[in-house]
């Protein structure tokens, strides 16, 4: 027994939006949703020329390919879309979801792009026929998310596809098979963002007629809080005797944005006239939307404002302050820095970072501690000094010079001559020879005594040797260390 279709349509603004950018069709043959966005008198436009490309492919589908069929719809409906940009530039950005459903009297084929869905109830199960072309639906399809972390998502209504006039387009084709009893429903996310999928199944099963089915499912959407328009259109497969042709007297329901571009006006659903197509949807009595009344956006990207200037002034000054703070906390970072290395053979503090961008160095010569040659140092503590030695603050990197003068002193001890006493002479009745110096030796490698006189010598210590501290001369090796306090 031939099979056709019994279907309603409903669209409503919602509680938070001023306008409708939604646009619905349901008629004999054709079911379909299209979700405007970009705002500013944009949105709607393009829902509606996603709507009426469409109602053109519903004229005579008999014996046709619904998916060829729906495939020219939708690249007729993306090139409109993309001369509609051209004629005015204040529409680039918009765009529009598509879901429809086309059928033949055979074959039921569906196009689907963007985050508008279709569903299909059958033995009161469930089933969503589309796949959300979404950001939290790839993180969801990934594994990184939850379908219920992916419902408070905060970039949930980013849409990866839609119709924006772009020079390809790839919707999703689908060939249905469908059965006596089946119930379809296709509608925007202002329902399914709001309504759970098992509060769909239940009224959609519990609500008998089409009529009570599409008012709870508004109702429903309402109570949610509604923040965006709602549009549905459901049809049931049914059994005939006499299969519906498109004719004249064939009743057609068109809701939205499509029916009328007035925010909030109420659905109202036309009749095709002989011969002709539904009334042309883009008309000259297109009612502007005043410029302030820009609804945020839900989607990517957005059309331009007025004074694109003022904007860009904006962002400038923003960027330019946001750089500064940046550029003040990082001065105030790399001065609080602090690390030791060499300056002119010396061993020196620095301040800052041990680092050049380009032709500019993050640091810069904070002092050079008196008598600390770099060359005095034991070979490992040179090594550091000319690799950079950093520190913690001012005093840790005062504290490290204070550690390698130590070192240096240990090193001038540790190479020092010994002198080493001799016995004094016995007395004799010759006369008192002149006192002399001893003669002075090698102490051993690892000895860390200092230079001494012998006894009784009127010889008196270098001194450029003293153990108190003081300069030490070149005689030793290490010119201009002072040891004079070290540690």
């Not at 429809?100 to 985050?115: E, N, Y």
């Not at 089946?182 to 099963?205: A, Y």
């Not at 809701?255 to 009328?260: I, T, W």
């Not at 009595?285 to 410029?291: L, T």
Request: charged residues 25%.
């Amino acid at each position: 027994m031939p099979l056709m279709l019994r279907y309603v349509a409903r669209s409503d603004v919602g509680l938070v939006r001023e306008g409708n950018e939604d646009s619905g069709y349901a008629g004999p043959y054709l079911l379909a949703v299209a979700d405007g966005m970009g705002g500013h008198a944009a949105g709607e436009v393009a829902s509606q020329a996603a709507i009426d490309e469409l109602v053109l492919a519903e004229r005579d589908p008999s014996g046709s390919d619904p998916l060829e069929a729906l495939t020219g719809a939708i690249q007729a409906a993306n090139a409109r879309i993309r001369q509609l940009i051209v004629d005015d530039a204040s529409r680039e950005g918009m765009g529009t979801t598509v879901t429809a459903l086309l059928w033949t009297g055979d074959a039921l084929g569906l196009v689907h792009i963007g985050d508008s869905r279709a569903y299909l109830l059958r033995d009161g199960q469930l089933r969503q026929l589309t796949h959300d072309h979404t950001f939290v639906q790839s993180l969801v399809d990934e594994g990184r998310i939850t379908l219920e972390e992916a419902g408070v998502h905060p970039a949930r209504s980013l849409i990866l596809k839609a119709l924006q006039g772009q020079a390809e387009v790839d919707p999703d084709l689908i060939l249905l098979e469908v059965e006596p009893g089946d119930r379809l429903l296709v509608c925007s996310d202002g329902l399914t963002g709001v309504v759970s999928d098992e509060t769909l199944q239940k009224t959609l099963v519990e609500a008998g007629q089409l009529d009570d089915a599409a008012d709870e499912l508004v109702r429903l959407a309402l109570a949610g809080g509604a923040p965006d328009n709602v549009t549905l259109v459901l049809a049931d497969i049914i059994e005939t005797d006499t299969p519906r042709h498109p004719d004249d007297t064939a009743e057609a329901y068109l809701v939205g944005a499509a029916a009328s571009n007035e925010p909030g006006a109420p659905e109202r659903h036309h009749r095709r006239g002989p011969g002709a197509a539904l009334r042309g949807l883009l008309g000259a009595d297109e009612k502007p939307i005043d410029p302030d009344d820009i609804e945020a956006m839900r989607y990517a990207p957005q059309p331009p404002r007025r004074f694109p200037w003022l904007r860009a002034l904006v962002i400038v000054a923003a960027v330019a302050l946001i750089g500064w703070a940046a550029l003040n906390l990082a001065n105030n970072w790399v001065r609080s820095q602090y690390y030791v290395a060499a300056s002119s053979g010396q061993v020196a503090i620095y301040q800052g970072v041990s680092q050049e961008i380009g032709p500019i160095r993050l640091s810069e010569l904070y002092e050079i501690p008196e008598g600390l040659p770099v060359d005095a140092l034991p070979g490992i503590y040179r090594d550091q000094v000319n690799e950079t030695i950093t520190a913690d603050n001012l005093e840790d990197a005062r504290s490290k010079v204070d550690s390698l003068r130590l070192q240096a002193c240990r090193e001038h001890e540790r190479l020092s001559p010994d002198q080493t006493p001799t016995p004094t002479p016995t007395p004799t009745p010759t006369p008192t020879p002149s006192p002399s110096r001893s003669p002075r030796t090698s102490p051993p490698a690892d000895s860390s005594t200092t230079p001494r006189t012998a006894e009784g010598s009127d010889d008196t210590p270098d001194d450029n040797s003293s153990r108190t501290g003081g300069w030490l001369g070149d005689d030793v090796g290490f010119p201009g260390l002072l040891c004079a306090g070290a540690p």
